[in-house]
């Protein structure tokens, strides 16, 4: 019997250290986590707090972009974005209509390919609500040869291929107006089409296409007018190979700003501003004048 005591005895004590032991194991290591917070806090009554910068470090703008000139001049733009404290991701595309469906699903933050007029135009179409956050820079349209050498050499029925959306239709009507080759009805102006050719002496047959096929089709058409960024994309330089382009003040020059688009109401986003701010800095202007020499004109 005293044995069973005994051995009881020895359990309880031990049961009583080994608990003893695991308290005070952990309470010291506690304490001084507590004590060295409140000492750091202790320590910046008097200080100003400055914003961590690894909280934005890792933010993304996500953009969509056409390849070129935009996506090239953005890529510019990242480092000077790292700086800010963000990163820039850039996504390609090809056509005109994702970039915008993706914007206003969310699927980015913005995007960078279109002028105003477009963009409006979209709205309208779509029932989407996207707005401009600001202008950077805009893009001669101009007249390329395709089987025929010059304007003067056109024969009678030639074809020109000129862009099939609505904006872009009417700015290239504009400029084939603008060398002499049609007429348009007085009122047409940027909402021009094909149906408002009033006067067209050579018999021309304007062919629609699709902005990014243009460039595409001057092996089968006469001449073609083509977007800036098209004709970029295709090794063209508006100063060299151009027949004619958009004059500097005309309605097509002064109109057809390239803008960042963003949903309604982010316009004025941290993270927006700074992505203009990068755009419309010194690096950015001085790289678009050296690359695209005319074929990309900076609005800043």
Known sequence: MKRKMIALLLVTILGTMSLAGCG????????????AGADETAGNDDETTVPDKTQTAGETIKIGATPSPHAEILEQAAPLLEEKGYH????????YVQPNLALDSQDLDANYFQHLP??????EERGTALVSAAAIHYEPFGIYTGKTDSIEALADGAQIA???????????LLLLEAEGLITLKEDAGLNATVRDIAENPKNLQIVEIEAAQVVKSLQDVDLAVVNGNYAIEAGL???????????????????????????????????????????????????????????????F
């Open 162 to 172: 000129v862009p099939n959306d609505a904006t872009n239709e009417a700015r290239a």
């Open 24 to 35: 005070k194991k952990e309470a010291p290591a506690e304490t001084k986590e507590t004590k």
């Open 118 to 123: 477009y963009l409006e135009q979209f709205n």
């Open 237 to 299: 330089k508006v100063s060299e190979d151009a027949l004619a382009i958009e004059d500097t003040e005309s309605i097509g020059a002064t109109t057809y700003a390239n803008v960042i688009a963003v949903r309604s109401g982010e316009e004025q986003s941290e993270a927006i501003q700074a992505l203009i701010e990068a755009l419309k800095s010194d690096e950015i202007k001085q790289f678009i004048e050296e690359k695209y020499e005319g074929g990309v004109v900076p609005l």
């Open 88 to 95: 820039l991701e850039i996504i390609e595309f090809v056509d």
